[in-house]
């Protein structure tokens, strides 16, 4: 399976993130590429490749004009101001509150965030464009015949929205790619989001859509992150009913039944009966993952690529979450040690 992967990713170094009332170093960190990067050569999957260039396109077409302004500009405005730290949201626009973006830089980051976990810092814009890039080059490989792909995205961006940053996500990736492959002359687009936590921003943007199936399998938003979004009755609105279906699943679950959700998961897609299947893969599922509480062991993701390769669909994976750094390697290429054997 080739890899497409971009060096910039390094441009996205932050320094800082709220956690459980402290400022910490970010679980999301460039380490966590290094570590895949090892594992994919060590053990035979080289071919590994820069992505081409796609300008900004491709994003508009899934996100919103004003937030991709802001998303380019933030860092310049906040660092104009003379301010030492990295950027960062203190105040939201919360029930009873006008809807409008502020002319202030720190209220339009309050506007554009969804949490206080994802700090701005200088290059995380370019390290965005280029995570959206490798998404968009490895699909085009698929596009043009390959069974499957492999996306190496940093940051990830199951969690962005249409307008809304946060959860380490800024560009969604798997959106972004998905749109690109309907706008390409797929039909429809499946999206199975396997990562710990609930692709509240991939459902945002697909919600009303009936072209796109989202499912996603995570942990239970009443227990964790992202909380406000990914329960069961969310099934899609409009011209989506129906395309929507979120599974979530409560503290200690293990693979037999992770796998018996996954198998729900894939059946629905199988009915929807995509010419693409997009596969938001977050190793954070892992049993010893600090920011979960799934337990899934490193041979489970064997299993997962294997079962991922029997739906038979041409697939892109791409990656999102997974902040148990030394193990990260390991898990991911057992997912794709895992699809290729199956394949």
């Keep these: ?70 998303l380019e500009t933030v860092w310049t405005e906040w660092e104009a101001g003379g301010r030492a730290g990295e950027a960062m949201a203190y105040t939201w626009p919360m029930r009873r509150m006008t809807d409008r973006p502020p002319e202030a830089i720190e209220g339009r980051i309050g506007y554009y965030s969804l949490s206080a976990d994802t700090a701005i810092s200088a290059g995380t814009w370019e390290a965005a464009q280029a995570s959206a890039d490798v998404a968009l080059t490895a699909g085009a490989l698929v596009a043009d015949g390959a069974p499957a792909a492999f996306a190496l995205c940093r940051p990830p961006g199951h969690h962005a929205a249409r307008d809304l940053f946060g959860g380490y996500c800024f560009l969604n990736n798997a959106a972004i790619a998905a749109q690109a492959a309907r706008d390409a002359g797929a039909e429809c687009v499946a999206i199975l989001d396997v ?41 899609g609105a409009g011209a989506g009913e129906g395309t929507n279906l979120n599974l979530p699943m409560s503290p200690g679950t293990p693979w037999v039944e992770w796998s018996a959700a996954l198998e729900t998961a894939l059946a629905a897609i199988d009915t929807f009966g995509p010419d693409l299947l997009v596969v938001s893969f977050g190793a954070d599922t892992f049993e010893d993952d600090p920011i979960s509480f799934f337990k899934l062991t490193s041979d489970d993701y064997t299993r997962l690529g294997a079962r991922l390769a029997a739906a038979r669909r041409p697939t892109l994976i791409v990656m999102e979450g997974g902040y148990a750094v030394g193990d990260l390697g390991t898990n991911t290429v057992n997912l794709l040690e895992g699809f290729d054997a199956g394949s």
């Design 1 to 70: 399976m080739i890899t497409i992967y971009s060096e910039d990713h390094r441009l996205r170094a932050a320094k800082t993130e709220l956690s459980d009332g402290q400022l910490v170093t970010p679980f999301e960190c460039p380490e966590r590429m290094d570590m895949i990067l090892d594992s994919l050569k060590s053990r035979g999957f080289g071919d590994i490749r820069p992505p081409k260039a796609h300008g900004l396109g491709p994003a508009a077409r899934v996100h919103d004009a004003g937030y991709l302004r802001f």
């Design 195 to 235: 990562d710990f936590h609930h692709g509240n921003g991939t459902q945002d943007i697909f919600y009303d859509r009936g072209d796109v199936f989202f499912a996603s399998l995570h942990g239970n938003p009443r227990d964790t992150f992202p909380y406000f979004l990914g329960y069961a009755d969310e099934t």
